[in-house]
């Protein structure tokens, strides 16, 4: 059975330093992997997006995610944190090509101390 | 600009009774599909269709009903509501390049 693992509920860190936010998947199939990140009342945004080709994948705000086969893994990075940053970040797999039909994790939720 | 539009955005329910959730994207988006969010869960899809007059189940359909009467709207129905339906419900819309979410239904059965 597919699944998506955050193990973090929850991240604290300080304004300026890096990030990481762990996933890991399990599916049978080549995946169609993404993160998303929500903030407070709002709907889900689509930070970044790996089908294929080179496993780091840039996203927007200056994130970045990586890709392994061989872990099963989609972390998400980022160099510099600010406290806009602050949300709870989702990363799902998508069941083939329909974008929409995705299996989520539980989240994690980032916290930057300004 | 693409756009998701849910309504109502807050809702309060009696249990037993029926509550009709909706959702209208002007994306020309063939695809459209319901989700709910709940602590420790993340999103979990309820139902999704690929086009007006089709609705397919997703991983937690029971208890509810979907429908999707044209192109643009797609309603998800709770015939008797149960505490348990408590929870944030999103609405989203995509292709096989994008899918854009709503902002959020947030519902309370009591």
């Known amino acids: 059975a597919q699944s998506v693992t955050q193990p973090d509920a929850r991240v604290t860190v300080s304004e300026g330093a890096s990030l990481q936010l762990r996933c890991k998947y399990s599916?049978?199939?080549?995946?169609?992997l993404f993160w998303y990140v929500q903030y407070p009342r709002q709907g889900l945004q689509m930070l970044l997006k790996y089908y294929s080709g080179d496993p780091v994948v840039q996203g927007v705000n200056g994130f970045e995610a990586e890709f392994s086969k061989s872990d099963s893994s989609f972390h998400l990075r980022k160099a510099s944190v600010h406290w806009s940053d602050s949300a709870v970040y989702f990363c799902?797999?998508?069941?083939?090509?329909?974008?929409?039909?995705?299996?989520f994790g539980a989240g994690t939720q980032l916290i930057v101390i300004p | 600009e693409a756009a998701v539009t849910q309504s109502p955005r807050n809702k309060v329910a009696v249990t037993g009774g029926k509550v009709t959730l909706s959702c209208n994207q002007t994306?020309?988006?063939?695809?459209m599909y319901w989700y709910r969010q709940d602590t420790g869960h993340g999103l979990r899809l309820i139902h999704y269709s690929y086009g007006a007059g089709s609705t397919e189940k997703g991983d937690i359909p029971d208890g509810y009903k979907a429908s999707r009467p044209s192109q643009e709207n797609f309603s998800l129905i709770l015939e008797l509501a149960t505490p348990s339906q408590t929870s944030v419900y999103f609405c989203?819309?995509?292709?096989?390049?994008?899918?854009?979410f709503g902002k959020g239904t947030r519902l309370t059965v009591v």
């Open positions: 799902a797999v998508s069941r083939g090509s329909a974008l929409g039909r995705l299996h």
């Open positions: 994306n020309n988006h063939n695809n």
């Open positions: 599916y049978s199939a080549t995946p169609y």
């Open positions: 989203a819309s995509g292709d096989a390049k994008e899918v854009f």
